[in-house]
């Protein structure tokens, strides 16, 4: 694949965890990834590890809550990598509660960054997908979508990122375009360890106890969910559109 005809993806939240996993294995698929966070200096080692690759890639800055920030963080990867046509939304926040003690900005900082910022981040790639007869959009979901203690916040916007999923297949099909979501179960990460500290657990004994509630018994990794990923942004994936993978390690109920 020329560099002319490499396909560009946005992957947000990339620079640890699932979406620096994500990253790493779009970019060993042949694309060009725009590596985009709220600190475009965090970005650095996913970049570094694209480009050690072989790869291209571009760190951004960016809050994906804030309209005028996306707009111009999907305006300057056109102009520095070239149209975006695969985005996928990982960037999430945990601000996790029981509901009594629960903030408005513990609601509002989580369903900004997820539901908003999935949405802007949308709108703004789409209209290069449309241009190109071709996109692929992935939403990180949870299998908290089914409800978690502590997590209403998190959950509900969870809950709605499968919703505005399986709108974005309908409303986009037509122009070449697929919607899917990705729901991780347990996944070792950043966000895992702060629930584990939250509920007052060594994060070690806390992965030791989940994996003995998983049939295959271990915990999931970033790059198990990358796969997920890769699969539904890929070319192979034209005619599934809509759907919601739970990558869990085995069924939910």
């Avoid at 916007?157 to 375009?177: D, H, N, P, S």
């Avoid at 895992?192 to 106890?209: H, I, Y």
């Amino acid at each position: 694949m020329s560099t002319t005809e490499q396909r560009v993806a946005i992957v947000t939240g990339a620079a640890r965890g699932i979406g620096a996993a994500t990253a790493v294995r779009l970019a060993a698929e042949g694309r060009a990834v725009a590596v985009l966070d709220l600190d475009e200096a965090a970005c650095k080692d996913t970049v570094d590890t694209i480009t050690a690759a072989g790869g291209r890639a571009l760190a951004v800055g960016c809050d994906v809550s804030d309209a005028a920030q996306v707009e111009a963080a999907v305006e300057r990867v056109a102009a520095e990598l070239g149209a975006p046509t695969v985005l996928v939304n990982n960037a999430g926040v945990l601000r996790d509660n029981l509901l009594f003690k629960m903030s408005d900005s513990d609601w509002d900082t989580v369903m900004n960054v997820h539901l908003r910022g999935a949405f802007l981040m949308a709108r703004a790639c789409q209209k290069h997908m449309v241009d190109a007869g071709f996109g692929r959009v992935v939403n990180l979901s949870s299998s908290s979508a089914l409800g978690n203690r502590g997590q209403v916040n998190y959950s509900a916007a969870k809950a709605g990122l499968q919703g505005f999923t399986k709108t974005l297949a309908i409303e986009l099909g037509k122009f070449g375009i697929t919607a899917n979501a990705v729901a991780p179960g347990f996944i070792a990460t950043d966000m895992t360890a702060a629930t584990a500290e939250r509920v007052g657990m060594g994060f070690e004994d806390f992965q030791a106890a989940a994996a003995t509630q998983i049939p295959v018994r271990r915990v999931g990794e970033p790059a198990d969910i990358a796969n997920a990923i890769a699969f539904f942004t890929g070319d192979a994936a034209g005619f599934v559109s809509g759907q919601v993978m739970y990558v869990a390690g085995g069924p939910l109920n």
